[in-house]
């Protein structure tokens, strides 16, 4: 037994099935009034299923659109299904949960976002899980130079400069 309690990643979990059931619902009853989702995952996770056309446009991350049209979303314990539309070329992905990194609802300003706590090694499994603060969500993740979202689907441009946002730190709260 530890000697503290790992609050962090008991959040990063609790979170995780917040997305999780959430889609589960969608999945069967469809989407409500003017939600929608702007999922972003990271495509080099080892069990990330995608088109290999679609990674080589999309080798490190993605942001698909979950709003129009979307087909087959299965919810699993550990990630999701999805058919979703690439310019007319409907194509199936699977995205674990642990390879997503930001999960907004802009018709509510709901945002999540998950970030290593150290950038340059993912490899140790720590995550904090932010939840973005009041603010105009599209900015905070950069989410206004989408594609447009009727195509369902969007990569985030890598190239763009990044918008600085106000995020709050589970570390703040954490005792020495």
Known sequence: MTDTIDY?????????????????????????????????????????EMADWLFDRYPSDMTIVVQHW?????????????????????????????????????????????ESQDDEDEEDGEHEVVEL??????????????????TDAKADAEDAPAKEADVVSLDAFRKP
């Open 133 to 150: 603060p009041d603010m105009d969500l599209a900015e905070a993740l950069d989410l206004d130079k989408a594609e447009d979202p009727k």
């Open 8 to 48: 962090g990643n008991k959040m990063h979990r609790a979170m995780r099935g917040l997305i999780a059931e959430v889609l589960e619902d969608v999945g069967a009853n469809g989407l409500p009034g003017e939600h929608h989702f702007f999922i972003t995952f990271d495509t080099r996770h080892p069990d990330v």
């Open 70 to 114: 979307f087909d087959n979303l299965i919810v699993a314990p550990d990630g999701f299904q999805i058919t979703l539309n690439f310019g007319d070329n409907p194509e199936p992905l699977a995205v674990p949960f642990d390879a997503i990194r930001t999960f907004v609802d802009p018709s509510v300003e709901f945002g999540l976002r998950f």
